[in-house]
């Protein structure tokens, strides 16, 4: 697996790129979202050192070969949202997981698909991941109905998957094989 970040163009003039120092207004709107911090790392309460500190996580998983955290960018340049590629286990599960969230203000412009779809293509086309994975909590409509739109397949309701604010919840797994 590569340890650099690529940029990639998404549809409808989207694109993905690698994480930036500059990044603090998206990762200030994600910390203000009453749900994104909870299954996140990103900081809530805000500070610019916390802010700093997020970014400089997320290309140290580039770097040490766990996963491909990019920035959403939306066609005017603004930074809308996250998702990301988690290889971690591969070896071990034969599979990646993706993930993906968008700040509340650029919600309904298509930016989760974009991405996902993007990231997913990457994956299976230029990294040869055989099956990706992502979990999704059953309330949540507009993550299913993205997860569906990018061609993910729900598979089964796993119970007690990901602990989200101290308590286990249920997720559907959806894959792409």
């Given at each position: ?14 694109r ?9 207004e ?6 203000a979202?009453p ?27 580039t ?88 061609g993910?397949?729900r ?23």
């Amino acid at each position: 697996m590569p340890r650099v970040m690529p940029e990639i163009a998404a549809e409808n003039g989207f694109r993905l790129r690698r994480w930036e120092l500059t990044d603090r207004e998206l990762v200030r709107a994600a910390g203000a979202d009453p749900y994104i911090p909870l299954i996140t790392t990103v900081p809530a309460p805000y500070t610019d050192e916390e802010s700093d500190a997020f970014v400089r996580r997320q290309w140290l998983r580039t770097e040490i070969g766990t996963g491909y955290p990019f920035v959403i960018e939306a066609p005017d340049g603004e930074a809308v949202g996250n998702v990301g590629l988690w290889v971690g286990e591969l070896p071990l599960r034969g599979s990646a997981t993706a993930g993906y969230w968008v700040a509340g203000g650029a919600r309904g412009r298509g930016a989760a698909l974009a991405g996902l779809n993007a990231v997913t293509a990457w994956a299976l086309d230029e990294l040869a991941v055989p099956r990706i994975e992502l979990y999704v909590e059953p309330w949540n409509t507009g993550s299913l109905r993205t997860a569906e739109r990018a061609g993910y397949r729900r598979e089964t309701l796993v119970p007690a998957h990901q602990e989200v604010a101290g308590e286990p919840r249920d997720m559907w797994r959806f894959a792409r094989p």
